[in-house]
């Protein structure tokens, strides 16, 4: 399978990163987003609605296993505040204590699909005040799987054990 990216200057990055920075002016969308409790509800807004279109016009393939796994990141955008060269693993585990304990990212990881990924992440984006890398989540939210999960287990900083 072929992963599907979002690069700065590349046409899906770009629409997606503009989409984004768009939600700070569409307030009644990314309320509607980030309400939204499931990856179904999602679909059916038009604020996804509107992302979905363009990312079609520039070629997105129209399967309804990726278009559930854009959906699941176009929720999660609203829910960062602000763009940050962080990844969501090193954005979880930095500092002494991290903020998404090991024992929380080890359930992320264990996510048995896109919907439990998605509801786990909504609930550790405040963990992590919001900010991330807007572009690596959506890369990663639609990419989710064995190769994803161990990317951030590598890229995680787990803590030492006391006395350990």
């Given at each position: ?48 609605q509107h992302l979905h279109r363009r990312l079609l016009a520039a070629g997105w393939p129209d399967q ?93 900083h787990w803590p030492a054990k006391a006395g350990g």
């Amino acid at each position: 399978m072929t992963a599907l990216n979002f690069r700065p200057q590349q046409a899906w990055g770009d629409l997606l990163l503009r989409w984004w920075r768009d939600l700070a002016q569409d307030t009644g969308g990314r309320a509607a987003l980030r309400r939204a409790p499931d990856i179904t509800a999602v679909v059916m807004l038009p604020a996804y609605q509107h992302l979905h279109r363009r990312l079609l016009a520039a070629g997105w393939p129209d399967q309804p296993w990726h278009n559930d796994r854009l959906a699941a990141a176009a929720g999660l955008l609203a829910h960062v505040r602000e763009h940050s060269e962080r990844n969501l693993p090193q954005a979880m585990s930095e500092g002494d204590k991290p903020c998404v304990s090991p024992l929380r990212f080890m359930r992320l990881l264990d996510s048995p699909d896109i919907d439990a990924l998605f509801s786990g992440l909504r609930r550790a984006l405040p963990l992590i005040q919001h900010r991330t890398d807007v572009l690596a989540l959506a890369t990663d939210v639609v990419n989710w799987g064995d190769a994803v999960k161990k990317r951030w287990a590598y890229a995680y900083h787990w803590p030492a054990k006391a006395g350990g």
